[in-house]
């Protein structure tokens, strides 16, 4: 019996980190992480905002988008192969060892919009040697004339303790991103500022 019930969760255990979410008090935001794949995890989390698919487009292509919800200052170059520059440091700039820098390897007008960091020193080493694999892909819903469901799935991370923790800072970081982008959108003032 107890070989059976070891079998059974062994067999079952990348199912339930499946189900695992993390929400905020607003319960706005999903966030799912998927390691049923042996190797790999996704990080996938989902929202619902009130305002048109426009105006959602426009926070993630464009700098005033960018610098009203995301980060103190953003330089984009927004096409195919282009990029997107941030800092979070209000006295810092464009260049520094502080930008992040994003690249943009494609997109679908107001659909989906594919990004890979450029990791910097500031990254965990460990994360480093898998750069070429991790990718945030974003897709863009237009629910109704108000309302856009907005999906991001961070792929390429490992199924290993390291990333499994690391896990827990994006999700973290990544909601309140979220929530200073519903914020923004719909009162025109984000929840934090950079």
Known sequence: MKKVLYTLLFLYFPFVLVAQTTGNTENRITSVIDSSKVDNMVL???????V???????AYTTKKGWESWATAIAEIDFKNNGIIKTNYNKAGKIGDESTITLHILNYIPKRMLTLQAELTKNFPEFMKADEKDLYNVILF??????????????????????????????????????????????????????
């Open 141 to 194: 819903e237009e629910v109704s004339s108000t309302k856009t469901k907005v999906t991001s799935y961070g792929i390429g991370y490992k199924n290993n303790e390291k990333y499994m923790s690391l896990m827990k800072f994006f999700i973290q970081g990544n909601e309140q991103s979220y929530l200073n982008l519903m914020s923004y959108l719909e009162t025109g003032e984000p929840s934090a500022k950079y």
């Open 52 to 58: 048109a698919l426009d105006s959602v487009w426009n």
């Open 44 to 50: 996938k989390q989902s929202f619902i905002v009130n």
